[in-house]
T-cell receptor, first 113, second 115 residues
Framework: AQSVSQHNHHVILSEAASLELGCNYS??????LFWYVQYPGQHLQLLLK??????LVKGIKGFEAEFIKSKFSFNLRKPSVQWSDTAEYFC???????????FGTGTRLQVTL | DTGVSQDPRHKITKRGQNVTFRCDPI?????LYWYRQTLGQGPEFLTY????????KSRLLSDRFSAERPKGSFSTLEIQRTEQGDSAMYLC?????????????FGPGTRLTVL
């Protein structure tokens, strides 16, 4: 069965610092990859997605992610974080014939002023 | 608000009681999903509907759990004889159903506490 690993459980950054959150998946076939964000008190929202084509995907609010097939990775990046980016971030994958998303355990990002 | 809605938002119940949650998907979304999220974990898939047909069920969905989507619109998730281990956030999501994989839109969830 496919799985998703997020190695950073809790990240604390100062405003304007650069961000990179790791995501690795374990599936050798065609994958579709997502990053979702959950702001405090709000529901899960899609940040960005990769289905095919350019492996560098740009999402909302200045976030981007790069799909590296050889490394089974889909890391999330942002050059300069803001206090409002404080949230929990989830990597997820569709794979194979399943119509379900498999999520990682999430990374809690705390941005300090 | 035209997003996915869930009711109730919070439910506290005693062990052994039955509970039912409702999910209203985005209008005209054919696919509807239920997930469960416990503290410190990502959402885990429970079940999935294409219109009114329940096409996939997770092993997490024991025989105490049942989900329906009778007219292909709203869905209900019932848990019978609740146990403390059922305490979690129950999330509903819907997607348009165009193509094999399409974006899922999540609702706010129903937080269940079993005492």
């Amino acid at each position: 069965a496919q799985s998703v690993s997020q190695h950073n459980h809790h990240v604390i950054l100062s405003e304007a610092a650069s961000l990179e959150l790791g995501c690795n998946y374990s599936y050798g076939g065609t994958v579709n990859l997502f990053w979702y964000v959950q702001y405090p008190g709000q529901h899960l929202q899609l940040l960005l997605k990769y289905f095919s084509g350019d492996p560098l995907v740009k999402g909302i609010k200045g976030f981007e992610a790069e799909f590296i097939k050889s490394k089974f990775s889909f890391n999330l990046r942002k050059p300069s974080v803001q206090w409002s980016d404080t949230a929990e971030y989830f990597c997820a994958v569709y794979s194979g014939t399943a119509s379900k998303l498999t999520f990682g355990t999430g990374t809690r990002l705390q941005v300090t002023l | 608000d035209t997003g996915v809605s869930q009711d109730p938002r919070h439910k506290i119940t005693k062990r052994g009681q039955n509970v039912t949650f409702r999910c209203d998907p985005i209008s005209e979304h054919n696919r509807l999903y239920w997930y469960r999220q416990t503290l410190g974990q990502g959402p885990e898939f429970l079940t999935y509907f294409q219109n009114e047909a329940q096409l996939e069920k997770s092993r997490l969905l024991s025989d105490r759990f049942s989900a329906e989507r009778p007219k292909g619109s709203f869905s209900t998730l019932e848990i019978q004889r609740t146990e403390q281990g059922d305490s979690a956030m129950y999330l509903c999501a819907s997607s348009p159903g165009r193509g094999r994989f399409d974006e899922q839109f999540f609702g706010p969830g129903t937080r269940l506490t079993v005492l």
